[in-house]
């Protein structure tokens, strides 16, 4: 089935959360012709599900003592040694004027009576400088204003139009998109520049915080038009997510970690403190160190409880003002959080890793960048630090416009004519049984026997198809992201940030690099050589 229709422009943004949307309003400023695609909805992504907030140093507002360069050594610590340090130092470095730009755009944050912004406190941080909205709000915000933005500044939006593949030209480069629309006709968006802004892959598991359209479309794609992966063992898993019955699926309402900066804490069934002793920081240690104690604290089954623990926020008096999104949801299944405990369990939350950038948005494909939760640019390595996802979204997706921008006026990118194009064929194994496995065996806690496991159950269970619908894409996206992990997680025999090996328990120098992935002609994910770890070294390794 060949394409039946045709747009153009200098540059097609997948997605429509915080980077996305940040990297076309920027190019649009600086008068490129863009056009944004996403397969659902403007507002369907996993930027309106983010509570916490936006970490980020403002000059002229902060903790006494806290800095830029505290919050670049926090974010360090939390990725457990695999962290880029330019990275870490460009984004959050670019952090305060990325926030004035969002608010200049319309984006309104919860103030103080004397008109400074309030500020709170998540786990890793060694200061309150999580600024947000609307309580715990905050991501709904964000996307308002940079929808309301995109709106008024005429930044043509195409809904219910999911990416299928790049369109490459005879010299390899990326030059648009094959598309299916709403119908399942195919089209075919060409530009000389296309960035993908596709967020995770939460719908690998069973239960997690990411809504339905988080299928690793963006990571799949990109690994099919050559470019490499890294990082991608990494999935951090959300301590406190509410607990609402043994087997929940999809979408489990978020208890964001700003419950906790303000007071809450970890209890078993017996009223046991579950942080106790287990690291420095307690309740507010990095996510990681919270869901694997979790997770180590529920085997116990104290209590005869073995799938939740508890999140004590009785302390806190004004939770339906201060926390309105949490109180709703704890409120819809029958718990009041001022005289009950919350449920809670971990589940599948952010991707640390994914298609190699640079804070630019480059790849090592000519024509392609990438940035937001898709991209791994060194900010997050092992293990993600709080409310730094919204931070890199916007700082990195402004860089990335003005990448496009410099890389067309350079020539580096330029109008080709692209290779008639088709809808390719890729392997698709069973979503359900995929999720069940990756939550048995490579959610906390692997070791190489489950892994195997799951690597022989897609074997046998994958099949070829074409992918012919939004469906058919999506389950191809999980399933080459699921062998993706599945390669990278084996080969880690050690247990470092949010990569925990039953098998191998101690961190190990010798693994203090990252692994990249790159696809085989027949759509297998295999490691790459980890020396070519700079994407400038990549360009054209497939």
């Given amino acids: 089935m060949t394409a039946r229709w045709e747009a153009r422009a200098d540059l097609i943004v997948v997605g429509t959360g915080v980077a996305g949307l940040t990297a076309a309003l920027r190019a649009r400023e600086l008068g490129l012709r863009v056009l944004v695609v996403t397969k659902a909805a403007g507002d369907d992504g996993n930027t309106r599900w983010a509570q916490g907030g936006v970490a980020v140093v403002m ?16 974010t360090l610590t939390a990725g457990a040694g695999l962290c880029d340090d330019a990275a870490v130092t460009a984004i959050i470095t670019d952090g305060p004027a990325a926030v004035a730009r969002l608010r200049e755009r319309g984006a309104m944050f919860d103030a103080r009576p004397d008109g400074l912004l309030e500020r709170t406190r998540e786990g890793g ?34 809904e219910n139009h999911v990416a299928v593949d790049a369109v490459k030209t005879p010299l390899g480069a990326v030059g648009g998109l094959l598309v299916l629309d709403g119908n399942g006709v195919p089209g075919v968006l060409t530009a000389p520049a296309v960035l993908l802004a596709t967020g995770g892959l939460g719908q690998m598991y069973q239960a997690t915080s990411n809504p339905s359209v988080a299928t690793g479309d963006g990571l799949a794609l990109a690994l099919r038009a050559g470019a490499l992966a890294a990082d991608v063992e990494f999935i951090q898993f959300h301590p406190t997510v509410l607990y609402t019955g043994r087997g929940a699926r999809g979408r489990c309402p978020l208890v964001t970690e700003a419950v906790r900066g303000e007071g809450a804490v970890l209890v078993d069934a017996t009223g046991a403190r579950v942080m106790k002793g287990v690291h420095p920081l307690e309740d507010l240690a990095p996510r990681d160190v919270v869901a694997a104690a979790i997770t180590r604290h529920m085997a116990l089954e104290p209590g005869g409880v073995d799938d939740h623990v508890f999140l004590d926020a009785t302390s806190l008096h004004d939770m339906a003002s201060r926390f309105p999104t949490v109180y709703a949801a704890c409120a819809s299944v029958g718990i009041d959080p001022a005289v009950d405990p919350i449920p809670v369990a971990p589940a ?82 069973d979503r359900d049984l995929l999720q069940r496995v990756m939550s048995r065996y490579a959610a906390i806690g692997r070791d190489a026997e489950g892994l195997a496991v799951v690597g022989s159950v897609l074997d046998v269970s994958t099949v070829d198809k074409q992918l012919e619908s939004r469906e058919l894409v999506e389950d191809a996206a999980l399933t080459t992201a699921a062998r993706a992990l ?39 994910p295999v490691l790459a050589d980890p020396v070519l770890a700079d994407p400038a070294l990549v360009e054209g390794v497939a």
Avoid: M
């Fill in 59 to 74: 000059e002229d507002q902060h903790d006494p003592g806290d800095s830029v360069a505290r919050h670049i050594d926090d």
């Fill in 486 to 524: 599945i390669a990278a997680a084996q080969e880690r025999t050690e247990s470092r940030g949010c990569h925990v090996r039953t098998d191998f328990t101690a961190r190990s120098t010798t693994w203090q690099r990252s692994q990249l992935v790159r696809l085989t002609p027949t759509g297998q």
């Fill in 348 to 429: 599948a939350h952010f991707a640390c890793g994914g298609v190699v950038s640079t804070v630019d948005g480059r790849t090592g494909v000519t024509g392609l960048y990438a940035v937001g939760e898709v991209a791994r640019t060194g900010l997050h390595g092992a293990n993600r630090l709080a409310s730094n996802s919204l931070l890199e979204g916007l700082v990195c997706g402004t860089r990335a416009a003005d990448a496009v921008a410099s890389d067309l006026a350079l020539g580096l990118i330029a109008p080709a004519r692209a290779v008639e194009p088709s809808l390719p064929t890729a392997p698709v194994a």
């Fill in 125 to 158: 941080h060694s200061a309150f400088r999580v600024v947000h909205a609307g309580g715990d709000a905050t991501g709904a915000e964000v996307e308002r204003a940079l929808l309301k933005a995109t709106v008024d500044g005429r930044v043509p939006l195409l």
